[in-house]
């Protein structure tokens, strides 16, 4: 039952995370604390080797979704490797973090994360997208299916900050980054809504592969649920790449941000009141 279960969510978490770019940690990981602290699935799974299972499923759903998306021509390879080098240092720093916390503060600061990124996907369409960046960096143009073009772009050094601090909450975490980087991408730099999840996903497989390396040298991946779930989450990842071409999203992002604000509130009040 616990195998069925844990490779059912690798493939919620695949589909989820490549179709709107978020990786998939942010939901296997709430998922899996839900299922173990509250109907005591997976006891032997510490907060840390929850962590450590998700980023290595990250490396699958990364590299499915981005080899979709490389086929339709919405991943930007240059900004990809940018984003790389600042979230990498912030997935090692991240991973080492982690290692210190207990399961209630892991719970309190999880939650809190999960409220945030609840709020930021209800608001994005609605914060006006600032010009700046893309007015003082580089720039780049996409001409999308519907022959609409879009001018995006970004100063380079605040591009490498953000990505730090994005790869920190991924180490940290085990949320793949996608969930911060995409809304960033897209009211920040003015991203086309397409190659933002592509080049989200790109990065996202090259950090989980930097990240994996730090969480499997802290022994913190439990290899036998990881082998379980990764098949699952690959083909879930490939399904999600597939609807995004041929789906409007905004239905299952509201159900997203409904998930995130259940998973994030309750992650708090276990946080709080756990003993």
Not at 119 to 145: I, Q
Not at 172 to 182: D, M, N, R
Not at 245 to 259: D, H, N
Request: glycine share 10%.
């Amino acid at each position: 039952m616990e195998f069925f279960l844990m490779a059912f969510v690798g493939l919620v978490a695949g589909v989820v995370g490549s179709l709107i770019g978020l990786g998939g940690g942010v939901i296997l990981v709430p998922s899996l604390l839900f299922l173990g602290t509250t109907y005591a699935f997976f006891p032997e799974l510490s907060p840390q080797k929850i962590v450590g299972l998700s980023v290595v499923m990250m490396i699958f759903t990364g590299l499915s979704s981005t080899l979709a998306y490389m086929k339709v021509k919405t991943v930007d390879y240059r900004s990809a490797f940018i984003f790389f080098l600042g979230s990498a240092p912030g997935t090692i720093v991240g991973a080492f973090i982690n290692k210190g916390l207990d399961l209630p503060s892991f719970n309190l600061y999880f939650g809190l994360l999960m409220v945030f990124l609840a709020v930021l996907l209800m608001v994005r369409n609605k914060l006006p997208a600032v010009r700046w960046f893309v007015e003082n960096g580089k720039t780049y143009s996409f001409t999308d299916n519907m022959k609409k073009e879009y001018i995006y772009g970004y100063p380079i050094w605040f591009a490498l900050l953000l990505t730090f601090f994005v790869g920190l909450a991924s180490g940290l975490f085990g949320i793949g980054g996608g969930s911060i980087i995409v809304p960033a991408m897209i009211l920040l730099f003015l991203f086309p809504p397409h190659v933002a999840v592509g080049t989200s996903m790109l990065m996202v497989f090259l950090s989980a592969i930097v990240n994996s390396v730090t969480h499997i040298s802290l022994g913190n991946v439990p290899w036998i649920y990881t082998l379980v779930v990764v098949p699952g989450a690959y083909i879930g990842a490939k399904i999600g790449a597939a609807l995004n071409s041929r789906l409007k999203s905004e239905t299952l992002v509201m159900i997203l941000r409904l998930a995130l604000i259940v998973f994030g509130l309750r992650s708090i009040y276990e946080g709080l009141f756990s003993s």
